[in-house]
């Protein structure tokens, strides 16, 4: 079965610092997809970014970067230059062939102002 | 916005009633998943629809039931309501049942059962 973790329930950072984001994920399959969602307190689930395993390069949209450690099974999210819209709860989610997808337990980040 | 839509936005049931949930697809997306997301929770796979025929289940008992219409708007059907389903329901429409293709999220409906 996969698994997803998300060992920080709640996370704070200044506006305009860098904070990082953690996920572990457990699973056997060598093909796979993974992802960082964004959902803000209006409810609708927002993709940050995406990453294919296959890839060795990590993924990177604007402020938006990831780092996947392929081995290790991790896979962080990084936003720069954090803005108050980054308020949000962020998922991890892993999904293999088939188009499930196992989501983590979520991490809430509060920008302060 | 994702282009994906959902009603009601909230709801509330009783007990042992049945409840319909719709969602209305991406234009272009003939898969959609459904997803129950408790509070404090990450969404859990409930099943998914492609071309009008299930594609795949979570861990729900078959009280939860699914369809999905040619225009591949789709509908989740939850008999014999109990306390435990109140959570938000989303759905998450993509473009093929294969490819890894990005799902795109509805902004939900809120289920009460009381």
């Known amino acids: 079965a996969q698994t997803v973790t998300q060992s920080q329930p709640e996370m704070s950072v200044q506006e305009a610092e860098t904070v990082t984001l953690s996920c572990t994920y457990d699973t056997s399959e060598n093909n796979y997809y993974l992802f960082w969602y964004k959902q803000p307190p209006s409810r609708q689930m927002i993709l940050v970014i995406r990453q294919e395993a296959y890839k060795q390069q990590n993924a990177t949209e604007n402020r938006f970067s990831v780092n996947f450690q392929k081995a290790a099974k991790s896979f962080s999210l990084k936003i720069s230059d954090s803005q108050l819209g980054d308020t949000a709860m962020y998922f991890c989610a892993f999904m293999r062939g088939g188009n499930q997808f196992y989501f983590g337990t979520g991490t809430s980040l509060t920008v302060i102002p | 916005e994702t282009g994906v839509t959902q009603s009601p936005t909230h709801l509330i049931k009783t007990r042992g009633q049945q409840v319909t949930l719709r969602c209305s697809s991406q234009s272009g997306h003939n898969t959609v998943s459904w997803y129950q997301q408790a509070l404090g929770q990450g969404p859990q796979f409930i099943f998914q629809?492609?071309?009008?025929?299930?594609?795949g289940r979570g861990n729900f008992p078959p009280r939860f039931s699914g369809l999905q219409f040619p225009n591949y708007s789709s509908e989740l059907n939850v008999n014999a309501l109990e306390l435990d389903d109140s959570a938000l329901y989303l759905c998450a429409s993509s473009r093929k049942r294969d490819s890894q293709e990005t799902q795109y999220f509805g902004p939900g409906t809120r289920l009460l059962v009381l």
């Open positions: 629809y492609y071309r009008e025929e299930e594609n």
